[in-house]
């Protein structure tokens, strides 16, 4: 398969747990990026990534949150302390500069 | 106002239907449109792309952009229970995506 994947599919965490969520972008991209979606919305932005180097981050992304991508290929994604309001679908996509492709989504249930 | 605003339906129509799914959006500066289709607990998968005004045809698909209006469509032909899922618009200017909230279509049998 050579798509995007995220690793867990779903989590379900209680309230104040950490998490972190994998993505592994198509082998050739340099670029990765995170998203956020809720129900009824389109996704909203969180990161980005060109290579190694985290270039932007919206100002939906707390200080809670945090992204790494090591060795500019996979990247994870870290939510620590966890609210109910964090439940939502992660998406991560990547790109060489062009069209996004996404992955499948990491779906968060915070109880 | 939002950079992109789209109808979030939900839209339901009989098979063999022509759908129209639309966006507006208010910065003139943006680029590049784009359609994505996303069924349920996927991620979005990319249908449709183009960056002028006009219409751009693909199969069953056609996307329309009117850059005068800040005005986009997708229309879709033949309409498939296969093409029950939640459709999303996105304009893009530089690095910058902007998506609309999706709408949500079924097409029954």
């Not at chain 1, 398969?1 to 198509?26: A, E, L, M, Y």
């Not at chain 1, 992204?67 to 991560?92: H, N, V, W």
């Not at chain 2, 789209?6 to 449109?33: K, W």
């Not at chain 2, 032909?77 to 304009?91: E, G, N």
């Amino acid at each position: 398969d050579t798509g995007v994947s995220q690793d867990p599919r779903h989590k379900i965490t209680k309230r104040g747990q950490n998490v972190t969520f994998r993505c592994d972008p198509i082998s050739e991209h340099n670029r990765l990026y995170w998203y956020r979606q809720t129900l009824g919305q389109g996704p909203e932005f969180l990161t980005y990534f060109q290579n190694e180097a985290q270039l932007e981050k919206s100002r939906l992304l707390s200080d809670r949150f945090s992204a790494e991508r090591p060795k500019g290929s996979f990247s994870t994604l870290e939510i620590q302390r966890t609210e109910q309001g964090d439940s939502a679908m992660y998406l991560c996509a990547s790109s060489s500069g062009g069209q996004r492709v996404f992955g499948p989504g990491t779906r968060l249930t915070v109880t | 106002q939002k950079e992109v605003e789209q109808d979030p339906g939900p839209l339901s129509v009989p098979e063999g239907a022509i759908v129209s799914l639309n966006c507006t959006y208010s910065n003139s500066a943006f680029q590049y449109f784009m359609w994505y289709r996303q069924y349920s607990r996927k991620g979005p998968e990319l249908l449709m792309y183009t960056y002028s005004s006009g219409n751009k045809e693909d199969g069953r698909f056609t996307a329309q952009v009117d850059k005068s209006s800040k005005y986009i469509s997708l229309f879709i032909r033949d309409s498939q229970p296969s093409d029950s899922a939640t459709y999303l618009c996105a304009i893009v200017t530089g690095n910058q995506f902007y998506f609309g909230t999706g709408t949500s279509l079924t097409v029954i049998p």
